[in-house]
């Protein structure tokens, strides 16, 4: 699996396999040229930068169980390749397995992740907390201030979860039904794409997105 996405100031950050064998990640300016290759780990999951020059990727388990830089199952980057951060579970807490959804905003991720399902928010400030919540292996997630958007999940994967944020957990508000704009179902999407406030949906037209936000 290829992982893409943008940078500021017109470049774009690029993993997958590669002729440059463990340097699997390659940075490239605006002219298409290569600017830097290195090792982001196995198994990515999710890779996604933000607007900070951050980069941040998260893992599943086949990078998790065998990888170093995968082992934390998060990392952050800066948008020149150089590891800044890596996740380390706290004292008590399960570590990553798999991260099963994402969310990317200016200085803060936020992952829900198995075995255990948390709502991990990391900030590039340092700042680290995790919640419990109600919905189990969500798809997707939206996230804006103190309320929380989740898709999918407890085997329901047309069903919003919309979620106040408390100290310690995320408590659930009220439920709904997502569907295409037309009111039919939404029966099948890629995976969701989180970034802060929208959740961006693919359905089964690979040229067609469609968005929902807090």
Request: charged share 25%; net charge neutral.
């Amino acid at each position: 699996m290829t992982h893409l996405d943008a940078l500021p100031n017109g470049r774009f950050v690029v993993q997958g396999h590669s002729a440059a064998g463990d340097r699997n990640a390659q940075i490239y300016g605006m002219d298409g040229r290569r600017r830097r290759s290195f090792a982001m780990g196995r198994a990515v999951e999710y890779l996604m930068a933000d607007r900070w020059h951050h980069v941040w990727s998260a893992y599943f388990d086949e990078g998790v169980y065998t990888d170093p830089i995968s082992a934390g199952g998060l990392v952050r980057w800066d948008s020149g390749g150089n590891r800044q951060w890596g996740y380390s579970a706290p004292e008590g807490v399960e570590y990553i397995d798999t991260v099963y959804a994402f969310n990317v905003d200016d200085g803060v991720a936020w992952a829900n992740y198995y075995p255990t399902f948390p709502l991990l928010e990391v900030r590039t400030t340092g700042d680290l907390r995790l919640r419990r919540t109600p919905v189990v292996a969500p798809a997707g997630m939206a996230v804006h201030g103190e309320d929380i958007t989740m898709l999918g999940g407890n085997r329901q994967p047309d069903r919003l979860h919309r979620c106040r944020l408390a100290e310690s957990e995320a408590l659930l508000v009220e439920e709904a039904c997502l569907t295409l704009p037309s009111g039919a179902p939404l029966k099948r999407y890629a995976r969701p794409v989180g970034r802060g406030r929208h959740l961006y949906l693919r359905g089964t037209s690979p040229r067609q997105w469609y968005v929902t936000d807090i």
